[in-house]
């Protein structure tokens, strides 16, 4: 059974920073590609960065240069470090393993990151 569970999120500052954790149990995280993804109020869910399994890192415009996505295979852990937040960075920040073959993608919970002006 596969289980994601987030955490690092909080309230910072405009210019502050946070890492975001999501934990896995029942898979290897470098045996899919794992994204985070997050969703502001009243807005669609949208990919925010992605680590594929042979380490490509892609990260949405808004985030590129501030964010860095990464993985800890031995702790099955997937990081997003966020630096530099803004105001326009406030949602529910998501973890996702993404699907292969045969095998359905999963979603975490979710974890609130807000930042203040």
């Known amino acids: 059974q596969v289980q994601l569970v987030e955490s690092g999120g909080g309230l910072v500052q405009a210019g502050g920073s946070l890492r975001l954790s999501c934990a896995a149990s029942g898979i290897i995280v470098n045996a899919y590609t794992m994204g985070w993804y997050r969703q502001a109020p009243g807005k669609q869910r949208e990919s925010v960065a992605r680590?594929?399994?042979?380490?490509?890192?892609n990260y949405a415009d808004s985030v590129k240069g501030r964010f860095t996505i990464s993985r800890d295979n031995a702790k099955r852990t997937v990081y997003l470090q966020m630096n530099s937040l803004k105001p326009e960075d406030t949602a529910v920040y998501y973890c996702l393993q993404e699907s292969s073959g045969l095998v359905p993608g999963h979603w975490g919970q979710g974890t609130q990151v807000t930042v203040s002006p």
């Open positions: 680590i594929t399994t042979g380490g490509t890192s």
